[in-house]
């Protein structure tokens, strides 16, 4: 009969034992990236460049006069090399490029000549890197027109710049 007794005890004893169970889940906490916001770019254009004749995301903008033609384009920063040979048609190594930095942009500069069908074209370009978006700066002209647009390309590219916020604030945008 003690035996008896000792089944239910163990019973009681051993229902403790069979708590319930608990579900331990591991979630990782995922940071989406922070895109950058683009920048406003700031050219001054003279008045005949003051329409663009062509706008496109993947090309940029497209100003066209008599003498010359100028593009405005904003791509992904990463690989200068792309950038400059979708700007020109040529190698970064066949270029001679000044690079230098203001304010945590850096400026890359350059000009290059091509020949073609339609005789030798000249170039001058530019690219500023924030690090994270490419805004490049390119004008064309024939060999003919070259010496006589130089000073309307010294103005266009001294101009080129990115806003500072209080410039944006100002000027309504």
């Known amino acids: 009969m003690k035996k008896l007794w000792v089944i239910p005890i163990l019973a009681l004893l051993l229902a403790g034992c069979g708590g319930e169970k608990t579900l331990e889940t591991v979630g990782d906490v995922e ?16 008045e005949e460049l003051s329409a663009p004749v062509l706008q496109s995301e993947k090309t940029g903008t497209l100003y066209i006069c008599d003498d010359y033609s100028v593009t405005v384009q904003t791509v992904a920063a ?14 970064r190594e066949d270029l001679q490029i000044m690079q230098t930095e203001e304010k945590g942009v850096k400026r890359y500069r ?16 530019c690219v500023l890197d924030d690090g994270h978006y490419h805004y490049v700066l390119t004008a064309l002209a024939d060999e003919k027109a070259a ?25 309504g945008s």
Do not use: C, H, Y
């Not at 990115?162 to 410039?167: G, V």
């Open 147 to 171: 010496s006589r647009v130089q000073p309307a390309w010294k103005e266009i590219f001294g101009s080129f710049r990115l806003a500072q916020e209080r410039e944006e604030i100002s000027t």
């Open 110 to 125: 350059w000009v290059w000549a091509t020949g073609g069908e339609n005789g030798v074209q000249v170039g001058r370009g």
């Open 78 to 91: 990463g690989d200068l090399n792309k950038t400059i040979r979708n700007a020109t048609g040529m190698e």
């Open 31 to 46: 940071e989406t990236p922070v895109i950058a916001t683009m920048q406003r770019v700031l050219l001054q254009l003279p």
